[in-house]
Nanobody
Framework: QVQLVESGGGLVQAGGSLRLSCAAS????????MGWYRQVPGKQRDLVASISRGGNTVYADFAKGRFTISRDIAENTMYLQMNNLKPEDTGVYYC?????????WGQGTQVTVSS
């Protein structure tokens, strides 16, 4: 089992920045990949960005140029730096950890961007 704890969400004005953190209970190098997803009420959970074991990153189109995913292997923590936030970025952001056939999720952190 892997426990994931997100933090860093909050209320920010449009154009502002937030940095989300995801602390894992185990070694993140054991993950096949880790990622950030977001969900708004009534919609599916969508990928925001992911980072593979080898460090390759993938971004959703809406995240390119504004969001940066990174990790600190020594701290077993993954980050999502979000800049130039827009009201449509509002949602619950979830941390995901994939290993073999297992998916682990954090409890989510709310991000609200006011116009």
């Amino acid at each position: 089992q892997v426990q994931l704890v997100e933090s860093g969400g909050g209320l920010v004005q449009a154009g502002g920045s937030l940095r989300l953190s995801c602390a894992a209970s185990g070694s993140i190098v054991s993950a096949t990949s880790m990622g950030w997803y977001r969900q708004v009420p009534g919609k599916q959970r969508d990928l925001v960005a992911s980072i593979s074991r080898g460090g390759n990153t993938v971004y959703a189109d809406f995240a390119k140029g504004r969001f940066t995913i990174s990790r600190d292997i020594a701290e077993n923590t993954m980050y999502l730096q979000m800049n130039n936030l827009k009201p449509e970025d509002t949602g619950v952001y979830y941390c995901n950890f994939k290993r073999l056939f297992n998916d682990y999720w954090g409890q989510g952190t709310q991000v609200t961007v006011s116009s």
